[in-house]
């Protein structure tokens, strides 16, 4: 237990891994806002930069098992029609991640806080982008970059790639294994971006490790207990929850 205690002190831990059940808990049911959750949930009390170092093995891992769930073959054909979004998510990821060190605490708590409240207001309130097909390759591009940059810095570029496919009117069904493809390839670039950055690193990757237990008892709770409640009731409390904690953040960061 030294290992996590000269990290975090026993209660800050407990704190984390409930919250990471709650954020697994949360994709298993509906799908979404893993990283959201942890986020601002975890940053209520711990350091922004040590909650980014926190998600990652928890994304990888949770990611990866939406990929294996969605088969290979529907993964082939998702970066075949995906390629430019990918590739470009994916290098601004590593970019990113570079810079996450040199921000001040108090300015990294309004990156985390900004994303979560204006993505999640976004969905709350069903607008939906509308790109044309000749818009398609210069949109691709724009999206990536955006998705990406917010990924190596936030450690989220799941609700910005939720409007990239929405914009595309691409099927439900499809979404489901493109969205496996771009978050499995996502987490693996934020891993080796902050392997890189320092922010992974002896000290912190036992937390990240840690919370992988928590994340995925939470996904195959949301799996098993997912239906038996109302899903857009809870998808929209969820989000305004989500809400009041990024703004949380957002205070942190303008008021110290």
Not at 102 to 125: D, K, N, S
Request: charge should be positive; aromatic fraction near 8%; include cysteine.
């Amino acid at each position: 237990m030294s290992l996590f205690t000269d990290i975090l002190p026993l209660g800050l831990i407990l704190f984390a891994c409930g919250v990471t059940l709650l954020g697994g808990f949360v994709k298993g049911a509906v799908g979404f806002a893993m990283p959201l959750i942890m986020i601002s949930g975890m940053g209520i009390l711990i350091d922004p930069k040590l909650v980014v170092a926190g998600i990652i093995f928890p994304i990888v891992v949770s990611n990866g098992w939406q990929v294996l769930h969605a088969g290979l073959g529907q993964a082939r054909e998702a970066v075949r029609d995906h390629w430019r979004y990918v590739l470009v998510v994916c290098v601004m990821i590593l970019i990113s991640a570079q810079f996450l060190t040199l921000i001040p605490t108090r300015v990294m708590f309004i990156i985390l806080g900004v994303p979560v409240v204006v993505l999640c207001a976004i969905q709350l309130l069903g607008w939906r982008p509308r790109i044309s097909a000749q818009r398609r390759r210069v949109f691709e591009w724009g999206a990536g970059f955006a998705a990406g940059t917010l990924g190596g810095l936030a450690g989220t570029w799941g609700p910005p790639t939720v409007l990239y496919l929405l914009a595309l009117d691409t099927p439900r069904a499809r979404q489901m294994a493109v969205q496996g493809v771009i978050y499995g390839a996502g987490s693996v670039m934020l891993l080796l971006g902050h392997l890189q950055s320092g922010v992974m690193n002896a000290r912190t990757w036992p937390l990240s490790a840690l919370l992988v237990l928590p994340a995925l008892v939470g996904m195959w709770l949301g799996f098993k207990l997912g239906d038996r409640f109302d899903q857009n009731r809870f998808r929209r409390m969820t989000l305004l929850v989500l809400i009041v904690a990024g703004a949380n953040l957002i205070r942190r960061g303008v008021m110290g």
